[in-house]
Structure formats: structure tokens, C-alpha cells
């Protein structure tokens, strides 16, 4: 059985979107046809060598693992003679440098994924990312927009292949509104102005007549007066991470998803907004660059203007109140992220035979 080495960083907060449940989802998928390795940081005590469908190889770096990722490189170097992959798989823009080197040293063909904006890195990082990626024989996948970025950087086009990936696929298996849905409004994210925290706080108050149930993955400093302000409204409760229940089933449980973002997210296309749209939810959010593939159609997606609270308070009733209107936009919305997800991970194992022939 051929055999692939994901690299990617903190292994511990795979269990909700981000980073590494982007790509844990990937190596999950492929662990039937390949022999899975996994070399990530993780907030645990102590390093650990865990054997099972997917073999685990994790070290402690709870902060910024970069430091810990080139004080290892002389021991990953050596794990990868003694593994022998026939495919690496990395994860993560500052990661191509890393990988572009150990792929020189190893002489393994690889693969990297990303969906972060180079724009936000240093401008001498930007432009040694882009040399690697002319330079290097791997295989680069991301989405339109971040491909947009880097042609920018005079990065050739045919090295970035456009893919959209990361989407657990119980979300799209499991059954339309299979659950009760005991709550009006769910929003799902930090607790900053940038995923519009303080947005769904003020329609929260704006509608002590409906319930909202709040999934907060950090509380950010940034934000503390925005949760004071929402545990002290009877009509919402908040929850932070982990939850008690798949979150899944948490945004299933409520009418209509809020997620009005102020700007673009750091994961194109935002995962919340992808599997809210994926399990049949209406959704309300904002037009933003990276999102148009999923902001085109107005029949399954419901566009809102952040200046215009009493708007946004006045659409989202009347969805709460139209079951059948927001029922058909929650439809269309789960048939819209089928057609863009369900064959997900085609273009990986077609790049990961590409490699194995040659």
C-alpha cells in the first residue's frame, strides 16, 4: 500500500474548522487506500507515537509551532528516510518553504494545500514563497482567489491548481432538517468584530422574542464586552468550545445561521458558512472577496448590509417566521456546496497517482 505523510500544525484543534480540520479530514478520507502518517504539534505533555488506522507522530508546541518545526527539521528529515513516503503532503502557506527544502534533501515528491492570503505575510515571505513555488516541482493547491494573490507575485499560473476542499462529509450525507430546531438563530465563530460577533449581538437584542444560540470557538479579548452584553440576554445562550454535542447537530438545531462577516476570512471559503450552507441552513452573510463562488445566487444565500441593522433584523424575522421560504433557500444552498464538494478530493488523488507513476 503506497504510503503519504501529512505535515500540518496543531494537531489538537482538528475537531472544529480551522487549519488542521481541513486536513485531517483529507488524511481521514485516504486512509483506506494509503498508509497514513501524520507529523503535527499538538498542546499535549508530551511527544507521543500513537499506531493506528492513521500512525501519529506528535510533538508539544502549544503556541507558535514554527519555532519547534525548524529546531525538528534534522529529525523529520529523518523520520522521511526511515518512513520512506511515497507522496508528502503539507499544509499551510509558511509550509512550502519547509517543504520545497525537505523534498530537495528526501528526494519525495509533494503536494501542498493552503487557503491563507500571502498578502498578510511579511513582504520578504511573500516573495520567498513565490520563488519556491517557481522553483519547486511540487503540486500547489488552493482556491480562486488565493491563486489571484499569487499571480500577483509573478508566480507562474500553471503551478496553483484551484480546488475547493476541507468539507466534512457528514455534512453533506446527513439528512435535511433531521433535527428539532429549538433555537431561531445560530452563529458560529470568535468572538470579534471581524466574524460580526457584535452584529448577532445587537439583532439579539433587537429580538428578545427569539431565541439564539451562540458557538464561540475563542473568546477573544477584543470582544468581552459583546459576550457580557450577550450572557446577560435571556434569549441567548453561549457556548464556547468544545462542545457537548457535534457541531453539526448544533447548527441544525436552530431556523436561520448568522455569520455577517466584516472581513474575509483568514480559510477561503469560510468553513462555517460552507457546512452551514452544506447541511441545508439559510444563512445570512455578507459579500466579501473569496466568498463570490458561494454569494452568486441569490435563491440560496441571503446577502445582508452591516449598516443596516434594523434591515437585517426585519429579514431575519420574516425567515423565521417563512419556513417555506427559508427552507428552499437552505435547499438550493446544500445543492450549490454538493456540486462544489462532493468530489472534494478527486484532484488529490489524481495529483497523488500523477506522483506514484512517475
Not at 325 to 346: C, D, H, T, V
Request: with cysteine.
Amino acid at each position: 500500500m503506497p504510503k503519504i505523510l501529512f505535515l500540518f500544525s496543531n494537531f489538537h484543534q482538528r475537531a472544529f474548522t480551522g487549519q488542521s480540520g481541513t486536513v485531517w479530514q483529507l488524511a481521514q478520507s485516504l486512509s483506506e487506500r494509503f498508509e497514513v502518517h501524520v507529523i503535527s504539534n499538538t498542546d499535549s505533555d508530551a511527544e507521543k507515537n500513537i499506531e493506528g488506522p492513521i500512525h501519529l507522530w506528535l510533538f508539544k508546541s502549544a503556541g507558535d509551532p514554527t519555532p519547534q518545526y525548524l529546531l525538528r527539521l534534522p529529525r523529520f528529515i529523518a523520520r522521511i528516510f526511515s518512513l520512506k513516503p511515497d507522496v508528502i503532503h503539507v499544509h499551510g502557506l509558511p509550509f512550502i518553504v519547509y517543504a520545497s527544502l525537505l523534498s530537495r534533501v528526501t528526494q519525495t515528491p509533494f503536494v501542498c494545500s493552503f487557503n491563507e492570503d500571502i498578502t498578510l505575510r511579511p513582504p520578504w515571505l511573500q516573495r520567498l514563497i513565490a520563488r519556491s513555488i517557481n522553483r519547486s516541482e511540487g503540486v500547489f493547491v488552493s482556491c480562486e482567489y488565493y491563486r489571484g494573490r499569487l499571480l500577483k507575485l509573478n508566480v507562474r499560473p500553471e503551478k496553483i491548481h484551484v480546488a475547493p476542499f476541507g468539507l466534512k462529509m457528514d455534512f453533506l450525507k446527513n439528512q435535511l432538517f433531521a433535527a428539532a430546531e429549538p433555537y431561531d438563530v445560530v452563529y458560529v465563530g470568535d468572538s470579534r468584530k471581524s466574524r460580526g460577533f457584535d452584529v448577532v449581538c445587537r439583532m439579539a437584542e433587537a429580538m428578545p422574542e427569539h431565541s439564539f444560540l451562540m458557538l464561540i470557538r475563542w473568546f477573544m479579548p477584543s470582544g468581552k464586552t459583546d459576550c457580557e452584553i450577550a450572557r446577560q440576554l435571556p434569549n441567548v445562550k453561549l457556548l464556547e468550545y468544545p462542545y457537548a454535542k457535534p457541531l453539526f447537530e448544533l447548527i441544525q438545531s436552530a431556523k436561520i445561521v448568522a455569520l455577517p462577516f466584516r472581513s474575509t476570512s483568514p480559510i477561503l471559503p469560510p468553513m462555517t458558512l460552507v457546512e452551514s450552507m452544506g447541511l441545508g441552513k439559510c444563512a445570512l452573510t455578507t459579500r466579501l472577496p473569496g466568498t463570490e463562488e458561494l454569494c452568486d445566487d441569490a435563491k440560496s444565500i441571503c446577502l445582508v448590509d452591516l449598516n443596516d441593522i434594523p434591515g437585517l433584523v426585519s429579514l431575519a424575522r420574516r425567515l423565521i417566521r417563512d419556513e417555506k421560504e427559508r427552507r428552499s433557500i437552505g435547499q438550493n444552498a446544500r445543492q450549490k456546496i454538493q456540486s462544489m464538494f462532493l468530489e472534494q478530493y478527486a484532484p488529490f488523488l489524481s495529483f497523488y497517482s500523477d506522483m506514484l507513476a512517475s
